[in-house]
């Protein structure tokens, strides 16, 4: 990389070193595109568009099994292949970022609910909201943005472990404040009404933190869990029987009465913060603790 950088130099001004770095930019150009899909690298696709993380094609059991938990929504477990490559984006969508499509006409403006813009989560964001901006980055990158489905998100999530959280699961409540925004020490001083259980370590935040503000997950994804619940493409059905284990995702005769939301926000408690746990919202409903992040394929 560096004899690129020093061979490009723009301080070389004849029109043998002209040609010999428009070459180099011209091979420069082949060569990261073909890094940016190594997975593991991140790019992005204009000024204000998300980061996204490439992800390994591979295979996950979806769900939980009933020493993780007794919800029947998480059941069956079952193998989901990926079909396709992947990218997810690297953070939860921000309001600086959701602020852009809101500038150029393509989404409605959003209430942070007092708690930031800027590098903030986008929230108070509908899930058809959400896909619409997900179609202003298509038409704007020429790139197929799009929500998660459901099993996406789980295995963007998991990013290969099997355990409760990426982080563990028995030792899950004192290392939680590392990766993840949830219910905490902190959140209990501050709202002594939410009486169910937290996490008994200190992440330093009552409510929406800043995105990336803690460790990722193994893939290179930010607050995958906690933060901000995120709407995903899927309608909610009790439980996996007949859903697809190709990564798409399930189709829905009918009318749709409510999206899955995944991942757990800042007042969620631990058992609520899961890799496998399930969540689902009224599609209209707008919240200061549910946003969004998008991906594409390939
Ligand atoms: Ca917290
Ligand atoms: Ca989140």
């Not at 490559?85 to 403006?109: H, S």
């Not at 058809?128 to 996406?152: F, H, I, N």
């Not at 009918?254 to 009224?282: F, H, I, Q």
């Amino acid at each position: 990389m560096s004899m690129f950088t020093s061979t490009c130099n723009p301080l070389f001004q004849s029109a043998l070193w002209r040609l010999a770095s428009l070459l180099c930019f011209g091979l420069g150009m082949v060569s990261l595109h073909a890094a940016d899909r190594e997975p593991g690298s991140v790019f992005t696709d204009c000024d204000v568009c998300p980061d996204m993380v490439v992800l390994p094609v591979g295979e996950f059991v979806q769900g939980s099994d009933k020493t993780e938990s007794g919800h029947l929504d998480e059941k069956p477990q079952r193998t989901v292949k990926m079909a396709r490559p992947l990218a997810v984006a690297k953070y939860e969508t921000t309001f600086e970022q959701w602020d852009a499509c809101v500038a150029d006409g393509k989404c409605p403006k959003a209430d942070d609910a007092g708690f930031g813009r800027g590098k903030f989560p986008a929230v108070n964001i509908s899930w058809a909201e959400a896909r619409a901006y997900a179609e202003w980055l298509s038409v704007k990158t020429g790139q197929p943005y799009r929500l998660l489905s459901e099993s996406e998100f789980e295995y963007a999530a998991r990013a290969a472990t099997t355990t409760y959280w990426f982080w563990g699961s028995n030792d899950a409540k004192s290392k939680a404040c590392q990766f993840a925004n949830l219910h905490d020490e902190t959140g209990k001083k501050a709202h002594p009404n939410y009486v169910w259980s937290h996490v008994l370590c200190d992440d330093g935040a009552a409510e929406n933190a800043q995105v990336g503000k803690y460790a990722p997950n193994p893939f290179g994804l930010h607050d995958m869990l906690g933060n901000v619940r995120e709407w995903v493409e899927d309608c909610h059905q009790l439980g996996y029987a007949g859903a697809p284990v190709d990564g798409s995702a399930r189709k829905h005769d009918g009318a749709c009465e409510k999206r899955v939301v995944r991942g757990g926000a800042w007042l969620d408690g631990p058992s609520t913060a899961r890799s496998a746990y399930r969540y689902s919202e009224v599609e209209g409903m707008r919240n200061y603790q549910t946003g969004f992040r998008v991906a594409r394929h390939l």
